[in-house]
Protein backbone atom coordinates (compact mmCIF):
# COMPACT_ATOMS: atom_id res chain seq x y z
CA UNK A 1 0.00 0.00 0.00
CA UNK A 2 1.11 3.19 -1.09
CA UNK A 3 0.42 6.16 1.65
CA UNK A 4 0.32 9.36 0.15
CA UNK A 5 0.56 11.87 2.99
CA UNK A 6 1.62 15.73 1.81
CA UNK A 7 2.94 18.65 3.77
CA UNK A 8 -0.71 19.52 5.20
CA UNK A 9 -1.51 16.22 6.36
CA UNK A 10 2.20 16.43 8.81
CA UNK A 11 0.98 19.82 9.86
CA UNK A 12 -2.16 18.36 10.77
CA UNK A 13 -1.21 15.19 12.79
CA UNK A 14 1.93 17.63 14.47
CA UNK A 15 -0.51 19.59 15.65
CA UNK A 16 -2.97 16.97 17.16
CA UNK A 17 -0.03 14.80 18.64
CA UNK A 18 0.72 17.98 20.35
CA UNK A 19 -3.04 18.64 21.73
CA UNK A 20 -5.42 15.46 20.61
CA UNK A 21 -8.51 17.81 21.40
CA UNK A 22 -7.60 20.70 19.28
CA UNK A 23 -10.40 21.47 17.20
CA UNK A 24 -10.17 21.68 13.48
CA UNK A 25 -10.67 25.45 13.60
CA UNK A 26 -8.12 25.96 15.64
CA UNK A 27 -5.95 23.40 13.51
CA UNK A 28 -6.72 25.34 10.53
CA UNK A 29 -6.15 28.55 12.52
CA UNK A 30 -2.38 27.61 13.06
CA UNK A 31 -1.78 27.00 9.89
CA UNK A 32 -3.02 29.64 8.31
CA UNK A 33 -3.24 28.17 4.94
CA UNK A 34 -6.31 26.22 5.06
CA UNK A 35 -10.18 25.97 6.17
CA UNK A 36 -11.38 24.32 8.57
CA UNK A 37 -13.74 22.53 6.26
CA UNK A 38 -10.26 21.21 4.94
CA UNK A 39 -9.01 20.11 8.08
CA UNK A 40 -11.83 18.63 8.97
CA UNK A 41 -12.08 16.23 5.81
CA UNK A 42 -8.08 15.36 5.80
CA UNK A 43 -8.86 14.46 9.81
CA UNK A 44 -11.24 12.05 8.68
CA UNK A 45 -9.61 10.66 5.75
CA UNK A 46 -6.50 10.28 8.22
CA UNK A 47 -8.49 8.28 10.57
CA UNK A 48 -10.71 6.11 8.55
CA UNK A 49 -7.38 4.86 6.58
CA UNK A 50 -5.91 3.83 9.86
CA UNK A 51 -3.05 6.55 9.63
CA UNK A 52 -3.73 7.89 13.19
CA UNK A 53 -5.72 7.77 15.86
CA UNK A 54 -6.87 10.33 18.53
CA UNK A 55 -6.82 8.51 22.53
CA UNK A 56 -6.70 9.16 25.49
CA UNK A 57 -3.12 8.29 27.20
CA UNK A 58 -2.76 8.22 30.92
CA UNK A 59 0.31 9.75 32.68
CA UNK A 60 1.23 6.27 35.14
CA UNK A 61 3.02 8.49 36.97
CA UNK A 62 0.35 11.00 37.82
CA UNK A 63 -1.29 7.97 39.28
CA UNK A 64 1.01 6.57 41.64
CA UNK A 65 2.85 4.37 39.31
CA UNK A 66 6.32 4.90 39.45
CA UNK A 67 7.92 1.79 38.74
CA UNK A 68 8.72 0.54 35.04
CA UNK A 69 10.66 -2.09 33.93
CA UNK A 70 11.45 -4.12 30.49
CA UNK A 71 11.03 -7.86 30.94
CA UNK A 72 12.51 -9.96 28.70
CA UNK A 73 11.24 -13.24 28.50
CA UNK A 74 12.61 -16.46 27.36
CA UNK A 75 9.50 -19.39 26.28
CA UNK A 76 9.39 -22.77 25.40
CA UNK A 77 9.55 -23.14 21.39
CA UNK A 78 5.69 -23.26 20.29
CA UNK A 79 4.41 -21.16 22.79
CA UNK A 80 5.85 -17.00 22.28
CA UNK A 81 2.05 -16.20 21.00
CA UNK A 82 -0.15 -18.07 23.69
CA UNK A 83 1.94 -16.74 26.01
CA UNK A 84 2.52 -13.23 24.79
CA UNK A 85 -1.18 -13.00 24.58
CA UNK A 86 -1.96 -14.07 28.04
CA UNK A 87 0.70 -11.87 29.53
CA UNK A 88 -1.09 -8.98 27.36
CA UNK A 89 -4.17 -9.31 29.44
CA UNK A 90 -2.61 -7.96 33.19
CA UNK A 91 -3.81 -4.76 33.92
CA UNK A 92 -0.30 -3.82 35.28
CA UNK A 93 1.29 -4.76 31.64
CA UNK A 94 1.66 -1.76 29.07
CA UNK A 95 3.29 -3.25 26.14
CA UNK A 96 3.84 -6.95 24.80
CA UNK A 97 5.83 -7.70 21.78
CA UNK A 98 6.77 -11.22 20.44
CA UNK A 99 10.99 -10.50 19.32
CA UNK A 100 13.50 -12.28 17.93
CA UNK A 101 16.98 -12.65 19.54
CA UNK A 102 17.44 -13.72 22.63
CA UNK A 103 14.54 -13.29 24.10
CA UNK A 104 11.30 -14.25 22.51
CA UNK A 105 8.70 -11.81 24.50
CA UNK A 106 9.28 -8.02 25.42
CA UNK A 107 7.14 -6.67 27.22
CA UNK A 108 6.94 -3.04 29.71
CA UNK A 109 5.69 -3.59 33.20
CA UNK A 110 4.33 -0.73 35.06
CA UNK A 111 3.77 -0.97 38.96
CA UNK A 112 3.17 1.24 42.21
CA UNK A 113 6.56 -0.11 44.16
CA UNK A 114 9.56 -2.74 43.18
CA UNK A 115 7.78 -5.40 45.95
CA UNK A 116 5.02 -5.28 43.41
CA UNK A 117 7.28 -5.58 40.30
CA UNK A 118 8.81 -8.06 42.16
CA UNK A 119 6.26 -10.18 42.68
CA UNK A 120 4.64 -9.79 39.58
CA UNK A 121 7.91 -11.35 37.45
CA UNK A 122 9.01 -13.78 40.15
CA UNK A 123 5.33 -15.33 41.17
CA UNK A 124 3.04 -14.58 37.92
CA UNK A 125 5.95 -14.71 35.01
CA UNK A 126 8.27 -16.69 36.46
CA UNK A 127 5.90 -19.53 37.20
CA UNK A 128 3.61 -19.08 33.86
CA UNK A 129 4.30 -22.81 31.84
CA UNK A 130 6.08 -22.38 29.26
CA UNK A 131 8.33 -19.33 30.85
CA UNK A 132 12.32 -20.68 30.72
CA UNK A 133 13.94 -16.91 31.61
CA UNK A 134 12.87 -13.56 32.25
CA UNK A 135 15.44 -10.21 32.17
CA UNK A 136 14.32 -7.38 34.23
CA UNK A 137 15.51 -3.86 33.22
CA UNK A 138 14.64 -1.25 35.31
CA UNK A 139 13.69 2.23 33.18
CA UNK A 140 14.30 5.30 35.89
CA UNK A 141 13.19 7.28 33.12
CA UNK A 142 11.86 7.15 29.40
CA UNK A 143 13.46 10.19 26.84
CA UNK A 144 11.02 9.43 24.39
CA UNK A 145 7.93 7.81 23.94
CA UNK A 146 5.06 6.89 21.28
CA UNK A 147 3.56 10.08 22.27
CA UNK A 148 6.84 11.91 21.13
CA UNK A 149 7.17 9.74 17.85
CA UNK A 150 6.98 11.48 14.51
CA UNK A 151 6.10 10.51 11.15
CA UNK A 152 9.53 10.74 9.33
CA UNK A 153 9.15 13.78 6.67
CA UNK A 154 11.02 11.03 4.50
CA UNK A 155 7.19 9.78 4.00
CA UNK A 156 5.18 13.05 2.99
CA UNK A 157 5.00 14.18 -0.64
CA UNK A 158 5.03 17.40 -1.72
CA UNK A 159 2.08 18.60 -2.08
Request: glycine share 4%; hydrophobic share 40%.
Amino acid sequence: MTIKLDQLDKEIIDLLTQDGRMSCAKIARAIGTVSERSVRYRLEKLIAENIIRINAIPVPQSLGFSVVATVYIEVDSGQVLDIARRIAEYENVSYVACSTGESDISIQIITQTNRELYEFVTEVLGKMPGVRKTTTLMVPFIVKDIEQWRIPSSIFRDS
